[in-house]
T-cell receptor, first 114, second 117 residues
Framework: KAGVTQTPRYLIKTRGQQVTLSCSPISGHRSVSWYQQTPGQGLQFLFEYFSETQRNKGNFPGRFSGRQFSNSRSEMNVSTLELGDSALYLC?????????????FGQGTRLTVV | AQTVTQSQPEMSVQEAETVTLSCTYD???????LFWYKQPPSRQMILVIRQEAYKQQNATENRFSVNFQKAAKSFSLKISDSQLGDTAMYFC??????????????FGQGTILTVHP
């Protein structure tokens, strides 16, 4: 069974641009969550989607948005990029919406904003 | 709001020895789950062990075990017979059971563990 796939693995963007990151969950998983990982702030929750609906959102500005498609694949978009958006963005998928189910993580997308 | 604190930024241990990583958390919730995740240099987060707050028995997974002290809000990870492959960043994480938090995991700052041959 294929794991969580995130594309691209690496990305370099210029300040002011926008970027879209993609996450394909494990087959059959319907919940997808996104996290931002930086050396200073650690791992922070961005948002979570289940059945194409955003169910929970972290404390990030409106420049960060996401969506989920009917096949459970998810995209995350960051508009008007800032230097501080440079981070590793991790996606996690879970089988159910229940909080006890294990979250499986992808290898992340390393975004560098210059 | 929930917080998770890992007070040991770095730890090291000799191969085959035992090491304990500390984690404390703060919450007003009574029903929740605690996790330890491992992130090796490959960056992929891997679940090491999970503990349900309503269970008094400490979880164990092969060489990994936890010491869960609910009253003290403490959740430490013990790694026995350490192996070189255990070298990684370890994160303690918290998730509320039910409610509207759904998939949100709250992570600690992480502990870098190095296993020396």
């Amino acid at each position: 069974k294929a794991g969580v796939t995130q594309t691209p693995r690496y990305l370099i963007k210029t300040r002011g641009q926008q970027v879209t990151l993609s996450c394909s969950p494990i087959s059959g998983h319907r919940s997808v969550s996104w996290y931002q990982q930086t050396p200073g702030q650690g791992l922070q929750f961005l948002f979570e989607y289940f059945s194409e609906t955003q169910r929970n959102k972290g404390n990030f500005p409106g420049r960060f948005s996401g969506r989920q498609f009917s096949n459970s694949r998810s995209e995350m978009n960051v508009s008007t990029l800032e230097l501080g958006d440079s981070a590793l963005y991790l996606c996690a998928s879970s089988l159910h919406r229940d909080s006890h189910t294990e979250a499986f993580f992808g290898q992340g997308t390393r975004l560098t904003v210059v | 709001a929930q917080t998770v604190t890992q007070s040991q930024p770095e730890m090291s241990v000799q191969e085959a020895e035992t090491v304990t990583l500390s984690c404390t958390y703060d919450t007003s919730e009574s029903n929740y789950y605690l996790f330890w995740y491992k992130q090796p240099p490959s960056r992929q987060m891997i679940l090491v062990i999970r503990q349900e707050a309503y269970k008094q028995q400490n979880a164990t997974e092969n060489r990994f075990s936890v010491n869960f002290q609910k009253a003290a809000k403490s959740f430490s990870l013990k790694i026995s017979d350490s192996q070189l492959g255990d070298t990684a960043m370890y994160f303690c994480a918290f998730r509320i059971a039910g409610g509207t938090s759904y998939g949100k995991l709250t992570f600690g700052q992480g502990t870098i563990l190095t296993v020396h041959p």
